[in-house]
């Protein structure tokens, strides 16, 4: 991954340590992948299965426009840190808890750590991201955000039947967030120096006045609403994939997971340098249209064949579409909002993950099969599709800034 002279450097230490932190994160909540389904082996009320899935990232979209103002490169590390001290207790917590009420207040708990910890990391690595190579470092952060659903979700299902349950993996994976803690030790001193070389803008939290200008910007709006269906759409495939893989009794859920994560990554590994060369907003569009198709086809995938073959091709269209989405907004972004608009797209993220397993398990609480709920999410593509669609000039100057 050689670099020219004449190119921003992307691949500093600062920027690949801050994504091996961002991995730590995920790779904590990625092990949740079946918790709809482990909340019934511990009785937990079909009524309560789907809000206490919606709850974390509830709790993480309630409070992030609060913490969002407050929240500039100056704390940024100290939140980190304390952030990743508090997702260990969290994880831990799983191995005692079984009631509703106790569910309800750790889910809070866990969904307000994790929106500190992406949110602080996000206010740190944007400043490492030169504009030029915006396609290929929001790649590089997806892949880190990604990497963990390649390798949890298998190794858990190979690791269950030598467990007592999901909850001594769910402590488990609290591992990670002692390895980030331990790499940020190391990284402290190269971020002090790095912001003393910032400029003061970049420094300072944003004003109100500055965010109620930037949420005027038509582009940013448009795309963090596309945003916002996209991830609606991922969320109902992550939480209910596995009970919908169940009813059809094609293939292992596992299994689809390792090769979606898998295809995703290396679109993003290989082909992230064509993100900053080809039409943004085309190639956007073209992965969204894909998305659709292979939501549409899954809930009546009646072979193996058909149904790993649309793990491909889902990782295929997640891996240029949601990096594509991130740069987009990026680079419709005034430089002092970049952080802001970018942590944004996890509140949209938190809203998606937040609404989805609500609503999908109230929709099978009343009768609907799980086929249903992945044609709902194929409505949200469609929506997405038709804004990325709608001409936009700061997204039109943004797909030729490069």
Same mark, same amino acid.
């Given at each position: 991954?050689?670099?020219?002279?004449?190119?921003?450097?992307?691949?500093?230490?600062?920027?690949?340590?801050?994504?091996?932190?961002?991995?730590?994160?995920?790779?904590?909540?990625?092990?949740?992948?079946?918790?709809?389904?482990?909340?019934?082996?511990?009785?937990?009320?079909?009524?309560?299965?789907?809000?206490?899935?919606? +709850?974390?990232?509830?709790?993480?979209?309630?409070?992030?426009?609060?913490?969002?103002?407050?929240?500039?490169?100056?704390?940024?590390?100290?939140?980190?840190?304390?952030?990743?001290?508090?997702?260990?207790?969290?994880?831990?917590?799983?191995?005692?808890?079984?009631?509703?009420?106790?569910?309800?207040?750790?889910?809070?708990?866990?969904?307000?750590?994790?929106?500190?910890?992406?949110?602080?990391?996000?206010?740190?690595?944007?400043?490492?991201?030169?504009?030029?190579?915006?396609?290929?470092?929001? &790649?590089?952060?997806?892949?880190?955000?990604?990497?963990?659903?390649?390798?949890?979700?298998?190794?858990?299902?190979?690791?269950?039947?030598?467990?007592?349950?999901?909850?001594?993996?769910?402590?488990?994976?609290?591992?990670?967030?002692?390895?980030?803690?331990?790499?940020?030790?190391?990284?402290?001193?190269?971020?002090?120096?790095?912001?003393?070389?910032?400029? &003061?803008?970049?420094?300072?939290?944003?004003?109100?006045?500055?965010?109620?200008?930037?949420?005027?910007?038509?582009?940013?709006?448009?795309?963090?609403?596309?945003?916002?269906?996209?991830?609606?759409?991922?969320?109902?495939?992550?939480?209910?994939?596995?009970?919908?893989?169940?009813?059809?009794?094609?293939?292992?859920?596992?299994?689809?997971?390792?090769?979606?994560?898998?295809?995703?990554?290396? %679109?993003?590994?290989?082909?992230?340098?064509?993100?900053?060369?080809?039409?943004?907003?085309?190639?956007?569009?073209?992965?969204?249209?894909?998305?659709?198709?292979?939501?549409?086809?899954?809930?009546?995938?009646?072979?193996?064949?058909?149904?790993?073959? +649309?793990?491909?091709?889902?990782?295929?269209?997640? $891996?240029?579409?949601?990096?594509? +989405?991130?740069?987009?907004?990026?680079?419709?972004?005034?430089?002092?909002?970049?952080?802001?608009?970018?942590?944004?797209?996890?509140?949209?993220?938190?809203?998606?993950?937040?609404?989805?397993?609500?609503? $999908?398990?109230?929709? %099978?609480?009343?009768?609907?099969?799980?086929?249903?709920?992945?044609?709902?999410?194929?409505?949200?593509?469609?929506?997405?599709?038709?804004?990325?669609?709608?001409?936009?000039?700061?997204?039109?100057?943004?797909?030729?800034?490069?």
């Amino acid at each position: 991954m050689s670099e020219s002279t004449n190119t921003p450097r992307l691949w500093t230490f600062e920027f690949l340590s801050l994504c091996l932190v961002v991995m730590a994160a995920f790779g904590n909540v990625s092990v949740f992948y079946g918790f709809y389904h482990y909340l019934g082996t511990i009785d937990i009320p079909v009524v309560w299965r789907g809000f206490l899935v919606g +709850l974390e990232p509830m709790a993480a979209f309630i409070l992030r426009l609060a913490v969002l103002p407050w929240l500039h490169v100056r704390n940024a590390y100290s939140v980190l840190t304390a952030s990743l001290v508090l997702l260990i207790l969290c994880s831990c917590s799983y191995l005692w808890v079984f009631t509703v009420p106790a569910m309800i207040v750790l889910r809070i708990v866990h969904g307000a750590t994790f929106m500190l910890l992406t949110s602080a990391a996000i206010s740190l690595i944007v400043n490492f991201i030169p504009k030029e190579r915006s396609g290929q470092g929001f &790649g590089t952060l997806s892949v880190a955000t990604m990497l963990p659903y390649a390798v949890i979700p298998p190794l858990c299902e190979a690791l269950l039947p030598r467990v007592r349950g999901e909850a001594d993996l769910y402590a488990g994976v609290s591992v990670f967030s002692v390895i980030a803690i331990g790499l940020l030790v190391l990284l402290r001193r190269r971020l002090t120096g790095a912001m003393r070389d910032m400029d &003061g803008a970049l420094l300072r939290r944003p004003s109100m006045s500055e965010i109620r200008r930037n949420f005027r910007i038509r582009a940013v709006l448009l795309l963090l609403s596309a945003t916002l269906l996209a991830y609606m759409a991922h969320a109902t495939f992550f939480y209910f994939l596995k009970d919908l893989s169940l009813e059809l009794r094609t293939g292992n859920v596992g299994l689809f997971f390792t090769i979606f994560t898998t295809t995703m990554i290396a %679109v993003r590994v290989f082909g992230g340098f064509l993100f900053d060369r080809l039409d943004k907003r085309r190639f956007l569009m073209a992965g969204l249209a894909l998305l659709g198709l292979c939501l549409f086809i899954l809930p009546w995938a009646s072979t193996p064949s058909v149904y790993y073959g +649309l793990a491909g091709l889902y990782g295929l269209s997640v $891996g240029v579409s949601l990096p594509l +989405l991130n740069a987009l907004l990026f680079t419709a972004s005034p430089p002092s909002l970049r952080g802001l608009n970018t942590n944004m797209t996890l509140f949209t993220l938190d809203l998606a993950y937040c609404l989805m397993p609500y609503l $999908g398990g109230m929709l %099978v609480a009343f009768g609907a099969g799980f086929g249903v709920l992945f044609h709902v999410s194929l409505g949200f593509v469609a929506l997405s599709l038709v804004m990325i669609a709608v001409p936009s000039e700061s997204m039109t100057l943004s797909t030729k800034s490069q």
